[in-house]
């Protein structure tokens, strides 16, 4: 079996969308595709995990009622997530919630630039966006 951990160097060396070296976006409850904290991404990574969110109560109950359930602890994996806890969602997810209003803030500092291929950065810093 294939394992997608500790083949690359942590955050892969990705930049951020301020063009920056990406930073941790979660390292308490670990995140990330590759489960180093970071929100970079690769080839393999079909979802594109790549923005560092905020998560809030709308936002966790719009994912659970898209059939994602961020909030039920799953083992030692994954301890379920409050609002106020950072994580990386994917790409795809996060656009759905903003075109319904339920889009979390977004830490820029913490997502990577290949969100920008999905999501103007101006949308990101006008409407969710936090530095930290």
Same mark, same amino acid.
């Not at 990330?32 to 904290?37: I, N, T």
């Not at 979802?47 to 039920?72: E, P, S």
């Not at 609002?83 to 830490?107: F, M, N, Q, S, T």
């Given at each position: 079996?294939?394992?997608?951990?500790?083949?690359?160097?942590?955050?892969?060396?990705?930049?951020? =969308?301020?063009?920056?070296?990406?930073?941790?976006? /979660? #390292?308490?409850?670990?995140? @990330?595709?590759?489960?180093?904290? *970071?929100?970079?991404?690769?080839?393999?990574?079909? @979802?594109?995990?790549?923005?560092?969110? #905020?998560?809030?109560?709308? *936002?966790?109950?719009?994912?659970?009622?898209?059939? /994602?359930? !961020?909030?039920?602890?799953?083992?030692? /994996? *994954?301890? @379920? !997530? =409050?609002?106020?806890?950072?994580?990386?969602?994917?790409?795809?997810?996060?656009?759905?919630?903003?075109?319904?209003?339920?889009?979390?803030? #977004? #830490? !820029?500092?913490?997502?990577?630039?290949?969100?920008?291929?999905?999501?103007?950065?101006?949308? !990101?810093?006008?409407?969710?966006?936090?530095?930290?």
């Amino acid at each position: 079996m294939k394992t997608r951990r500790r083949t690359r160097k942590r955050g892969g060396g990705a930049k951020s =969308v301020l063009g920056k070296p990406l930073i941790p976006c /979660n #390292v308490k409850k670990v995140t @990330g595709y590759y489960r180093d904290g *970071f929100c970079s991404t690769g080839d393999e990574d079909a @979802g594109t995990h790549v923005l560092c969110a #905020v998560m809030d109560d709308d *936002f966790l109950l719009y994912t659970l009622k898209q059939g /994602n359930d !961020l909030i039920t602890p799953r083992g030692p /994996n *994954f301890p @379920g !997530l =409050v609002a106020g806890d950072r994580w990386c969602v994917c790409a795809l997810r996060w656009i759905e919630a903003y075109r319904a209003g339920k889009a979390p803030r #977004v #830490v !820029l500092k913490s997502t990577d630039k290949r969100a920008l291929q999905y999501i103007p950065l101006e949308i !990101l810093k006008n409407n969710y966006g936090t530095p930290h």
